[in-house]
């Protein structure tokens, strides 16, 4: 080694022009990455898997997309009910099974273009070709053949191969798109309105793949690529950092669009996100909130809890003795101290449920079991299948939840009481999320965990009934019932109202006297949202529509706080960004506050 | 100096093969997919999306194709119109399975110059703290000055990073507002963060510092140096000081890769869209592409680090050879 390099003087050097080097690149990240806050900023809880409707599942792939694409319809803030969207209206025929929608003659493409029923036609293609691999596919399943279309199957299990000719979806002419079902889809509308059936840009995706024969599929959903229908396009993407929405002057209704930048942030880590909620740097959460400070929370006038469609309920593996016979499943399902749940674990105002439909209404002339009743009830049950004093020793149950505190609370109350009331010894068991996953529909675990949350309002109960039909992918009790198939497959069919809502109860009814599942409690939604911002609500499905969105005036605000108790009234000063407002009388046009 | 460097190459190459092959084989065996969810796929969905995905091919075929140059991919990973994915051994990473509108190589590319940023920052917290407060307890050892240094070194070490995180986020966030509390983009929103990183390796290299200065101190040259009559100043800087850091060094390149990778509780807590969370979400996700491109890129800096640090051996320490290494 030369001895010149080992010479103080240009090791100096060195170490100076590194140093100086290190400062411009830290000056360079620092500019470069610098992004002025947008209007209105919120925690999409997690990095989205893609921009490309077809092929997501996710909540917050979920928020996004309602923001840059918009469907044959949108739905309300309050009632979650379809409304027009890109076809400004439709006729349904007398038996459910054909639609036609009129598309909406102003809609645009963010690059001009109108948005047409070929669009539409060709999207619902690409969603149901077997190379798009799209997860949701089956939503459109009861399309005619589609479903031979998309799998190369139809229903009954026989093999066909289809064109998309036979496919009953047609666009008639730009204006005009026909859908024809096999069998009435109760909630059809309203998928029109779920982010998967949204409409990709034909021209810009063909465009994507001519150029970039190697690389389309990741090239096409860049922002300066990207060609969306909805309120707003997406103007610079980050891995991890955020996604920023900024507003489409193409969009149809874009004079009643209020924001003009809107960013994702994907903060995963709860005492995080409420941190940037606290300092002002984030606007709204939605959930990702600690548990712990849900009671301090409650005090705000920020933090309302809604009703939302979700439950939360065990499911039992009924292949395994002793959980086969169905009095064991009903005196477990008895005992579980609901109340007790809901008041000191979970706290944000979840209600007791008794059936695996949430916010199910209680009958007052037949109130549930609770309490002593219920625990005498189910020792009865118990001594009836031969266990509890002077019968069989019970087995330990093993209850199998993934990895969480609030999961581990809630199974430690349940064991507690299961040992009290009935002497039956449980063993809690986590496992990581998607080893977790494995098992429960494997089959491999005795009781376990479970949550699921609606896709639909209306009707909205099918959306957990349907869960538990024979050999159902998301079954996973092994539990079946052939008058219960029947009572579901009944349901599809069913055009009035009142009858359907019976079957619904019969159907239910089943469950309740079967337990394949034990159910605990009824969700709500935990929305920290700025009380100043509008078009927001917490509606059934905690779904929101960015195009709704806007923040209020002093006046409008003071008028929706004077509901609340009497010291969570007070307006805080100030609008947010630079008091940024609706467009006058916006929010009297939306309604509903 | 050429030879040594050729062997560490070779080295290379098999340490990389075994850690890609074991961490392939591992991580199919661990139950779930990147695509089971909540929702269970009806049958015929999930065959759809395992033949796009080769999920349906035999391990070793994924194997195989994975590690490339071979293509055996009849009509390219997404369909007939893409390009087939070269594999591992041309730079290919794959596309990720969990965020599908980036490839691997994508991912690694957006996240690792922050990571860097971050981890240099760690770096000078870390290299400017412990090495000042190692060198105070080293020349006042027995002190009330030493003890103070040591017992704050010591509860450096003992304190886990988030747990320091969370106290500066109090002090400088909420109490005194001068940071902002998370985010990244500009020189503010990573000093906190740097911090956080940086002083559990300060206090342990105030350790270090303090005992390889120690040793140093007590040996005949800076003895000699002392009797010569050179200021204090100049026997530390110029005789002490070297041979006083290399353990320092040594630790270095290890800690380089940690705090440039393992900054993953850091990067949540600041948000920061850096390559530690990938690495814990694509094992979660069961992301195999991107877990396979972190882990490869864990090793490359594991043993990019290991070599520089050899290497810097000889410039400080002029008694050691690259060849006996």
């Known amino acids: 080694m030369n001895r010149a390099w080992k010479g103080p003087l240009l090791r100096q050097a060195v170490a100076l022009l590194l140093f100086a080097g290190l400062l411009a690149g830290l000056v360079g990240v620092a500019g470069s990455a610098r992004l002025e806050r947008a209007d209105f900023v919120f925690n999409n809880t997690g990095e989205v898997q893609s921009l490309d409707p077809a092929t997501v599942t996710g909540v917050p792939e979920g928020r996004i997309l309602r923001g840059i694409y918009e469907g044959l319809c949108v739905k309300d803030p309050v009632t979650v009910r379809p409304l027009p969207g890109s076809a400004a209206s439709w006729t349904k025929s007398p038996d459910g099974r054909v639609f036609v929608f009129d598309m909406r003659d102003e809609a645009r493409w963010s690059n001009g273009d109108p948005v047409t029923a070929h669009d539409f036609e060709f999207s619902f293609r690409r969603f149901l070709l077997p190379e798009t691999a799209a997860e949701y596919s089956y939503l459109l399943w009861k399309v005619v053949n589609a479903q031979a279309f998309c799998t190369g199957k139809d229903a009954d299990g026989t093999e066909r191969e289809v064109d998309w000719s036979e496919v009953g979806i047609k666009a008639l002419d730009a204006d005009t798109l026909r859908i024809e079902l096999e069998d009435p889809v109760p909630y059809f509308l309203e998928l029109m309105a779920f982010y998967p059936l949204f409409p990709v840009h034909r021209a810009s995706l063909e465009a994507a793949q001519r150029e970039f024969p190697d690389t389309w599929n990741v090239e096409w959903l860049k922002p300066e690529r990207l060609v969306c229908n909805g309120p707003y396009v997406v103007e610079e993407r980050r891995i991890n950092d955020r996604i920023r929405l900024r507003k489409n002057p193409m969009y149809w209704d874009a004079k009643n669009v209020a924001l003009d930048t809107i960013d994702a942030l994907p903060i995963e880590h709860w005492g995080t996100s409420v941190n940037m909620y606290l300092t002002g740097e984030v606007d709204w959460l939605d959930g990702s909130i600690p548990p712990n400070l849900v009671p301090e929370l409650l005090k705000r006038q920020d933090f309302i809890p809604k009703p939302y469609l979700g439950s939360y309920f065990y499911r039992v593996n009924v292949t395994k003795p002793p959980l086969d016979d169905k009095r064991i499943r009903k005196a477990l399902s008895l005992v579980i101290p609901r109340r007790a749940i809901v008041e000191n674990v979970t706290k944000a105002g979840q209600a007791p449920t008794w059936s695996v439909v949430p916010w199910k209404e209680l009958d007052p002339e037949n109130p549930p079991l609770e309490g002593e009743a219920a625990a005498e009830e189910a020792r009865r049950l118990f001594a009836e299948a031969g266990y509890g004093p002077g019968g069989k020793p019970f087995p330990v149950i093993e209850v199998l939840y993934n990895t969480s505190e609030t999961h581990r609370d809630v199974a430690e109350v349940i064991a507690d009481a299961w040992q009290r009331e009935l002497g039956v010894d449980m063993r809690l068991k986590n496992q990581e999320w998607k080893v977790y996953l494995d098992s429960q529909t494997n089959l491999e675990y005795e009781v376990c965990r479970a949550a699921w949350i609606g896709d639909w309002v209306d009707p909205g109960p099918l959306n957990f009934l349907s869960l538990f039909v024979t050999g159902g992918a998301n079954n996973k009790t092994g539990w079946g019932n052939a008058e219960y198939d029947r009572l579901i497959a009944e349901i599809g069919l069913e055009q009035d109202p009142a009858k359907l809502e019976q079957l619904m109860l019969d159907a239910e009814a089943i469950l309740l006297e079967e337990y394949p599942v034990l159910p605990i409690y009824s969700y709500v939604t935990q929305n920290l949202i700025k009380p100043r911002f509008g078009g927001l609500h917490g509606n059934m499905l905690n779904e929101h529509f960015p195009k709704f969105w806007y923040w209020m005036d002093d006046e409008e605000l003071a008028e929706k706080l004077a509901d609340l108790p009497p010291d969570l009234q007070e307006v805080p000063p100030g609008g947010p960004s630079g008091g940024k407002y609706a467009p006058v009388g916006r929010a009297r046009q939306i309604g509903r506050n | ?325």
């Not at chain 2, 949540?268 to 979400?281: A, C, D, L, M």
């Open chain 2, 1 to 325: 100096m050429l030879g040594f460097l050729l062997r560490r190459l070779g080295w290379f190459v098999i340490t990389s093969w075994v850690v890609i092959t074991v961490s392939f084989f591992l991580m199919r065996k661990v139950p779930g997919g990147p695509f089971s969810g909540e929702r269970n796929l009806t049958p015929e969905i999930e065959a759809n999306i395992n033949a796009k995905y080769h999920l349906d091919w035999p391990t070793w075929k994924q194997y195989l194709h994975y590690l490339g140059p071979l293509n055996l991919d009849e009509r390219g990973l997404f369909g007939d119109r893409s390009k087939p994915f070269g594999g591992v051994l041309t730079g290919d990473l794959g596309p990720s399975y969990k965020m599908r509108d980036f490839t691997v190589n994508d991912v690694i590319a957006q996240s690792l110059p922050i990571s860097v940023m971050l981890g240099l920052v760690a770096l000078m917290w870390a290299l400017a703290l412990g090495i000042s407060a190692g060198l105070v307890s080293a020349l006042r050892p027995r002190t009330g000055l030493d003890l103070t240094m040591r017992l704050a070194a010591t509860a450096g070490i003992a304190l886990p990073n988030f747990v320091i995180a969370a106290f500066l986020i109090i002090l400088f966030v909420f109490l005194i507002p001068l940071f902002p509390v998370a985010g990244w983009g500009t020189l503010k929103h990573m000093l906190l963060p740097g911090f956080a990183l940086g002083a559990p390796r300060a206090a342990y290299i105030a350790r270090l510092t303090r005992t390889g200065m120690l040793e140093v101190l007590s040996q005949d040259y800076i003895r000699t140096a002392v009797a010569k009559g050179l200021p204090n100043r100049l026997v530390l800087m110029r005789h002490a000081l070297k041979g006083g850091l290399l353990p320092v060094v040594s630790y270095l390149g290890p800690m380089t890769a940690w705090i440039l990778t393992g900054s993953l509780v850091i990067e949540k807590i600041f948000r920061i869209p850096g390559t530690g969370s990938h690495f814990v979400n694509a094992a979660l996700n069961r992301d195999y592409t991107l877990a396979m491109g972190v882990t490869i890129l864990f090793t490359v800096l594991v043993y990019g680090m290991n070599t520089l640090v050899d290497l810097a051996y000889t410039f400080l320490d002029p008694r050691i050879k690259l060849e006996e290494s």
